[in-house]
């Protein structure tokens, strides 16, 4: 364990999420598609893992994530798991892997269960792809929904654009998430939209809604593992908090008061990048459940004629 930051503890559950979110208790979420940072997530006390396909692109260098295929999925969750063997571990379904029929979805989702250890999968859409995951529910596979930005179908939105701002916009996610929830997914995750249609959303559903870029009123928080150590050099959504600057001052401290080094990295590898990834994680878990992280400062805003637009909408 990386500087021994935790205790052992029992994976969480469907019953934890349900009641975190009935006690307003934020649940921190992030993703890991290695065995290293998977181990610094689980020591960090994260509540769950996402092996997104996100993995694609910071771990395996494609542009995109819609190369990426299943098996290098399930390679990555693997890995993953081994790493966090007592975290909730969530695999991402790779475009083309559920959206030709429902027992593709289900074989794929199963593969993710079977061969990889996964507790539940996520995938992208909505109306388009409830017939799929309501199989995959009955399957007995717990699924997660996830819309807004949905990085699979950048093209059709034209590219990493914000969603939800726009009465249409907003009154199609709408409809999507009442979709989703009614095919039996057990949380949904929403991307890229500003605080008040995010949360107006999140009311009228009665599942948990996390965010990733979605503001601060919903029921916990994604980040992306690269882009909280600036480790991706590509890109950064703006929405993202590099949380290095806080771990090198508590690093600086570490070194201040433990002049022998040597014997802690030795023992409980507390000398170098895993002990500093370990402490920027629980940094952001702290801030997360705090309600210091995301803020404000890292959502998105909206204009006050946007937002009067949007209370017209029927689902205001
Ligand atoms: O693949 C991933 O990490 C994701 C997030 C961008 C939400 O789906």
Known sequence: MFGKKGEPRTKRTLVDFRRMKAKGEKLTWITAYDLPLAQCAEAAGIDMIL???SGGMVQLGYQTTNPV???????LAKAARKGAPNTFLVGDMPQGSYEVSKEEGIRNAMRFVKEAGCD??????????ADKV????????????????TPQSTASFGGYRVQGKTIGGFEEVVEDALALQEAGIFCLLLEAMPTQPAAKLAQKLKIPVYGIGAGTDLDGQLIIMHDLLGLYASFRPWFAKCYIPQAAQRYEAHLAANPDLRKLGR????????????????????????????????????KAEELAELTRSKYW
Do not use: W
């Open 51 to 53: 092996v997104g396909d």
């Open 69 to 75: 295929t299943m098996d290098e999925m399930i390679t």
């Open 120 to 129: 539940a999968i996520k995938l992208e859409g909505g109306r388009r792809v």
């Open 134 to 149: 309501k199989a995959i529910a009955e399957a007995g596979i717990l699924v997660i929904g996830h819309l807004g930005l």
């Open 267 to 302: 023992e409980d590898r507390a000398d170098g990048l895993g002990y500093i990834a370990a402490e920027a994680i629980s940094i952001y878990v702290d801030e997360v459940r705090s309600g210091a992280y995301p803020g404000e400062e890292y959502s998105y805003p909206l």
